[in-house]
């Protein structure tokens, strides 16, 4: 029985498999390789619903850009597999957080323009200039970094700098801002490319949140003149998220760095009321990530049985109950238990019989005889009628659907469904 069940998990497995910990190198295989393979648990990547998703936000923002935000391995969907399916939707360009994220991708054949969030220190700034990374930049120090290093390669670099309007997390503050950009501006191997900030409440529903992000966009739009009336405004000017693309038009700019829209989900109601009452046609957005698994076993147990640790339920009846090879090391969390969760399994909600352990769960599936070892589990995603989505579970956890995919543990292979993946689009210019 336990190899019929491997044949039909590998039968389930619809495309090219790989796992987030084997981003960025060449080697398939490896411990997390062995450790997926032996067990039927999977995550489908829709890198159709990617490139739909990039091509819906591209034409609401539209005459603005988009950049497409695949840091954190692609919101735990692939960074590569994703970041060429936003290409090919229409992105001109990626962000991410770190540099090593940003030489992965370069590793994976990924050739469009890939900006850092984050300003690097000295120790990575080789690897931005050999991998046509561009840097963000808001220090002195920063700024001079890459302009020894411009000048030691005999090379001009395009670079980003960006100013803290509110967020107070990175970000040269307002005081701090004109001496940062008039060093960019004056340095002759220094190319000003662009300008932004990050909004902080974007998806807010009250006046308070409506306020402050007018506020922080009134602030930038001071820095924008100063520079405008300098003759040293930058080719590209970006401050909106997906909730600020959406909800904000004012704060499009020529470009928009969109994440989680990206991956199918919505960063909160307001934004889901804009994005409806925006009218763009097709412009429903697709969840990317399904996470799903096999039954391994099946037994039937007497009323008031108490299955997994802590023994914290009976059951309710005389019931069938399946064991599915996915725990909170995999990204499903303990609390889910106490709120309710169900999977899905025959087309059907099915409650969790007992606490989430590391490796497995164990589902109710009540008087239904018809289970059997090697049926398909759906724990996200849609199967028959019915539908589990991100926002589900973080609704269930008091978090945050960002936290739910980001979540999917590295040991879960991801295999890439509806098309090959994309390739990486041609070797770019800087964004603009």
Known sequence: MAENIFKLFRAGMKGPVFYPEDEGSEAEGGSAMAQGHSRPAWAEIDVEAITHNARVLSQLVRPAQLCAVVKANGYGHGAAAVAKAALAGGAIGLA?????????????GVRGPIL??????????????????????????GVELFSQAARRLGQRKAVHVKVDTGMHRVGAPMADAPAILRAVADDPLLVFEGLWTHLAVADGVSADDRDFTLGQLASFDAVLRDLDAAHALPTLVHAANTAGAIVYPGARYNMVRCGIGLYGCLPGPAVTAALAAAGAEGATLRPALSLHARVVSVRTLEEGARPSYGRLRPLPTRSVVATVPLGYADGVPRALFAKGYSVLIGGRRRPLAGMVTMDQIVV??????????????????????????????????????????????????RTVVNGPEPTGGPMSPPLH
């Not at 239904?368 to 996200?380: A, I, K, M």
């Open 364 to 413: 109710d599936c009540g008087d239904d005889t018809s289970v059997r070892p090697g049926d398909e589990v759906v724990l996200l995603g849609r199967q028959g009628d019915e539908e589990i989505t991100a926002d589900e579970w973080a609704d269930l956890l008091g978090t945050i659907s960002y936290e739910v995919l980001c979540g999917i543990g590295p040991r879960v292979p």
């Open 96 to 108: 991410v957080a770190l540099v090593d994220e940003g030489v992965a991708l370069r590793q994976r």
């Open 116 to 141: 850092l969030l984050s300003e690097c220190g000295p120790d990575a700034v080789d690897d931005v200039m050999a991998h046509s990374l561009t840097p963000t930049l808001y220090t002195s120090g």
